[in-house]
């Protein structure tokens, strides 16, 4: 209820700081000007109707399943409140106004919606990746967490009517416009079309993004990408053979004007005969340029973080741009090289709106080098990010991010530990016990309120329950929880709650006993066990890797 009600609250909030485009602009003069509010095609109170293609379920043998709730948040471009690549001041739009209102897609483990999954911080506002083979089918659950009505249109991939994600008359399909609350299932099939010709790289990206209302839906934050790989030339997994590591970029201007569709039309009948009152192009003007914000993926001025590579890695960026006419970008790297489409070799690739393409590389250069569009009012005003090629070390030991690919379900998780020691006293003689320290963060939904949800920590069959209190901080069976980046408020903004509890006692020197602590009297080194943390009704799950020692 409290989750109900926070996004409730914050989408109201978001209305108020931005035209939401659930309306339709009609214009046939100067003197009707009017927005008709599109009617659901799905409502909460239908239940959902998806889940077929062509009125038959999918190959359960050949679908991937994702859960992607849609969801407000306040997002900031510039979080780190500076420009690191160029070491200026940020400009005053941005300095006075570091946020805007986004809906965003968000995964979830399942069809509760309770557990969010953690999202690669160099993907940044894009929604999660789906990914698969030619052949497969993707069953997209959505469920609509606004107050206005969205879906989810796939670029590349086979859909019947009923899983196009887009409104338009005479007869829009089921997942046209998923209402507030509401949930839809798409289903989408990755048939030959979809995938790579042979001549091309072995892998594709196809846009998806929200398209109730029109292509500005992508501008609120909606938008995301799909990986489909020609299966000759893929993994298991269905990653490419051919490629080390995946990164992606998103070239487009977001409009924090606060300006709608309909009120910049209105502008270009103000002050004729009969035109309502309106601004003046010149103030509407004025109002989107001091409101654009020029981003990959979403950040800004050098924000993007996470574009780590190592050297002798195979590279494949996913560049796509979307927006108007203003967005026509050109992608370029410092300092390394780039095969376009399996084309044409290069260090600059052009894109305009909707242009979706891949360009292959091979990190050869290592140190800090500067990605960038090469319009030059768009680096000005702050598209711009830092890419950093690791030298190889003696050992060979790799320093870029560990998940190198997107959409995979081994990296997928939605609580993560970062520590986990364990030391068991045995002075007790026959009954042992054991002192177990856990760091880590978990997902849950912004601006979460510590002290409103219990937390249960559960090893095998021995659990312990906190009520955390207005700092974050609970002791509970001898044990103690804290919150580290609670606010003086008992808030914890951005997602992610960092945790570190002490568990201690008997019970737990037996469990991790029972999962191999000890063997012939020797502590083992390393345990690895299954750790399972319950915050109000989302239940996270992870595997520990313990380091373990005799007291």
């Known amino acids: 209820m409290l989750r109900l009600r926070w996004f409730t609250l914050l989408n109201g909030l978001l209305v108020a700081l931005a035209t939401l485009p659930c309306a339709r602009s009609q214009t046939t003069g100067p003197t009707n000007i009017m927005t008709n509010a599109i009617p659901p095609t799905i409502t909460a109170a239908m239940g959902d109707l998806g889940g077929k293609i062509f009125g038959q379920p999918p190959d359960p043998a050949r679908t991937r399943r994702y859960y992607i709730a849609i969801e407000p948040e306040l997002w900031n471009y510039a979080p780190l409140g500076q420009d690191p690549v160029c070491g200026k001041p940020l400009p005053p739009p941005v300095l006075a106004q570091p946020r805007g209102g986004k809906l965003r897609y968000v995964q979830y483990t399942d069809e509760t919606f309770s557990a969010k999954l953690v999202q690669a911080p160099r993907l940044g506002i894009l929604g999660p990746v789906l990914r698969g083979v030619v052949g497969d089918f993707l069953s997209v659950t959505m469920l609509n967490r606004t107050a206005q009505p969205l879906s989810m249109h796939p670029h590349g991939v086979k859909y019947d009517k009923d899983s196009e994600g887009s409104y338009y008359l005479p007869k829009p399909g089921l997942g046209a416009a998923v209402g507030p609350g509401a949930k839809f299932t798409y289903v989408w099939q990755l048939d030959e079309a979809s995938g790579p010709l042979p001549h091309e790289p072995s892998s594709?990206?196809?846009?998806?993004?929200?398209?109730?209302?029109?292509?500005?839906?992508?501008?609120?934050?909606?938008?995301?990408?799909?990986?489909?790989?020609?299966?000759?030339?893929?993994?298991?997994?269905?990653?490419?053979?051919?490629?080390?590591?995946?990164?992606?970029?998103?070239?487009?201007?977001?409009?924090?004007?606060?300006?709608?569709?309909?009120?910049?039309?209105?502008?270009?009948?103000?002050?004729?005969?009969?035109?309502?009152?309106?601004?003046?192009?010149?103030?509407?003007?004025?109002?989107?340029?001091?409101?654009?914000?020029?981003?990959?993926?979403?950040?800004?001025?050098?924000?993007?973080?996470?574009?780590?590579?190592?050297?002798?890695?195979?590279?494949?960026?996913?560049?796509?741009?979307?927006?108007?006419?203003?967005?026509?970008?050109?992608?370029?790297?410092?300092?390394?090289?780039?095969?376009?489409?399996?084309?044409?070799?290069?260090?600059?690739?052009?894109?305009?709106?909707?242009?979706?393409?891949?360009?292959?590389?091979?990190?050869?250069?290592?140190?800090?080098?500067?990605?960038?569009?090469?319009?030059?009012?768009?680096?000005?005003?702050?598209?711009?990010?830092?890419?950093?090629?690791?030298?190889?070390?003696?050992?060979?030991?790799?320093?870029a991010p560990e998940h190198r690919y997107f959409g995979l379900a081994s990296a997928q998780q939605s609580l993560q530990i970062k520590r986990a020691e364990a030391v068991l006293d045995t002075t007790a003689g026959n009954a042992p016990s054991c002192e177990l320290h856990l760091e880590g963060a978990v997902t849950v939904f912004d601006a979460f309120s510590v002290f409103t949800q219990p937390i249960r920590v559960q090893i095998g069959a021995t659990t312990v329950l906190f009520k955390p209190d207005r700092r974050g901080e609970a002791t509970a069976g001898g044990g103690t929880w804290r919150v580290k980046n609670a606010s003086q408020f008992g808030v914890v903004y951005g997602g992610m709650m960092e945790f570190e509890a002490d568990l201690k006692g008997k019970d737990w020197a037996a469990e991790l006993q029972k999962l191999g602590l000890t063997n012939g009297g020797n502590v083992a080194s390393t345990l690895t066990v299954p750790l399972t943390l319950q915050v109000g009704n989302a239940r996270h799950t992870a595997t520990a890797q313990i380091t373990c020692r005799a007291k």
């Open 204 to 399: 594709k990206g196809w846009l998806y993004h929200s398209h109730t209302g029109g292509d500005e839906e992508a501008g609120l934050g909606l938008v995301g990408f799909i990986i489909v790989t020609d299966p000759k030339r893929a993994r298991s997994d269905g990653t490419p053979t051919d490629v080390d590591r995946e990164e992606a970029a998103l070239f487009m201007i977001f409009d924090e004007s606060g300006l709608g569709a309909a009120e910049k039309e209105a502008a270009e009948y103000a002050g004729q005969p009969g035109a309502p009152p309106a601004k003046t192009w010149t103030q509407v003007q004025e109002l989107t340029e001091t409101g654009n914000r020029y981003a990959i993926n979403g950040y800004i001025f050098g924000n993007l973080p996470g574009l780590e590579l190592n050297e002798g890695e195979r590279v494949r960026w996913y560049l796509f741009a979307l927006g108007s006419e203003q967005d026509f970008h050109t992608a370029h790297w410092h300092g390394l090289r780039v095969i376009e489409d399996g084309h044409r070799r290069t260090d600059n690739v052009e894109l305009l709106p909707a242009s979706m393409k891949v360009a292959d590389m091979v990190a050869d250069n290592p140190g800090s080098w500067l990605l960038h569009c090469h319009v030059a009012e768009h680096m000005t005003e702050g598209m711009f990010a830092r890419v950093t090629v690791h030298p190889k070390d003696s050992k060979g030991a790799s320093r």
